[in-house]
C-alpha cells in the first residue's frame, strides 16, 4: 500500500487534502520558507478532519537551533500532542552537518506517544547516507527525504539506498521534493518508497473587491495557495491502480 502524504499550510488546503482522500497531512506554516510551526487553532482544527503530522520548526533558516529555540520546539511538541496530533515532524543538525543526537533524544522522549517523523534537514546533512544509518539507532517511524537532491526525482539514486537501509529496521521512508502526478510512478518505481509527500496547490484570486496597491506578501496578497481536491484525487487515483494491478 501507497500512503500519500499532502503537506498544508491553512485549514482549507486540511479541508481540501481530506476531501480528494489523502491517508493523511503534514500540518505547518510559512510553506513558501519549507515550512514553519503552525499556529494552535489550526491544529486544533485540522485533527478534527483526519491524520494530521505536526511540522514543529520554530523559524525559517538552517536546523541548527540554540537552547531557548530548544525549548520552544519542545514546547510546540507538547501542545501539537494535546490539540490531538497523530504525529511530529521535526528535525536537528549541528553547525557541522551532523546530526544533534543529544536534542533528536529530547524529541523522541518529549513525542513518545505518537509517531516521529525525522524531515528533510536530512537533506542538508554532511553525509545524507552516514545520517540515515545514525537515525536507525532511534525509535524514529520514517523520513522525509529528497534524497539530498533539490527534488525526489533527481535523488532516486540516493532515496533508493536510503529506503534499503531504512526498511531494514522498520522504519518508512517518504520520498518528498517535487513530486507531481507526472513523476510519481517514476519516483515509486525506482525508490521502491512506500509513501510520498507532495503540496498539489492550486493558485486562486482572492474574492476581495476592494485591492489595495499597498503589498505586505511578496507572493501577492490576492493570489491564494491551495490544496487542490483534483490533484489530490487524481494521485489517489494512479496509486489505487498501482495496488489492483
Request: proline content about 1%.
Amino acid at each position: 500500500m501507497i500512503n500519500l502524504e499532502i503537506c498544508v499550510d491553512s485549514i482549507s488546503s486540511a479541508l481540501n487534502a481530506f476531501l480528494g482522500c489523502a491517508n493523511r497531512i503534514e500540518l505547518c506554516d510559512n510553506l513558501y520558507c519549507g515550512g514553519t510551526t503552525p499556529s494552535s487553532g489550526t491544529i486544533r482544527h485540522s485533527v478534527k478532519l483526519g491524520e494530521t503530522f505536526v511540522l514543529i520548526r520554530p523559524r525559517c533558516g538552517d536546523f541548527i537551533y540554540n537552547r531557548i529555540e530548544k525549548d520552544v520546539i519542545i514546547d510546540d511538541i507538547k501542545l501539537a500532542i494535546d490539540y490531538g496530533a497523530s504525529g511530529i515532524v521535526c528535525g536537528c543538525l549541528d553547525e557541522y552537518g551532523n546530526i544533534d543526537e543529544d536534542f533528536l533524544e529530547e524529541l523522541l522522549k518529549v513525542s513518545d506517544k505518537v509517531d516521529f517523523t525525522f524531515h528533510r534537514a536530512i537533506d542538508m546533512s554532511n553525509n545524507i547516507l552516514k545520517n540515515t544509518e545514525i537515525l536507525t539507532n532511534y525509535p524514529i517511524k520514517r523520513v522525509l527525504s529528497s534524497g539530498g537532491s533539490q527534488t525526489a526525482e533527481s535523488g532516486l539514486d540516493n532515496l533508493k539506498e536510503m529506503n534499503r537501509i531504512l526498511t531494514g529496521k522498520g522504519i518508512s521512508l517518504i520520498a518528498a521534493g517535487g513530486v507531481r502526478i507526472h513523476n510519481v510512478e517514476k519516483i515509486l518505481n525506482h525508490s521502491g518508497v512506500n509513501e510520498i509527500h507532495m503540496t498539489a496547490f492550486c493558485e486562486k484570486s482572492s474574492i476581495s473587491i476592494c485591492q489595495s496597491n499597498v503589498t505586505l506578501d511578496q507572493s501577492g496578497d490576492y493570489k491564494l495557495k491551495i490544496t487542490d481536491i483534483d490533484k489530490v484525487r487524481e494521485v489517489c487515483k494512479l496509486l489505487n491502480n498501482r495496488r489492483s494491478i
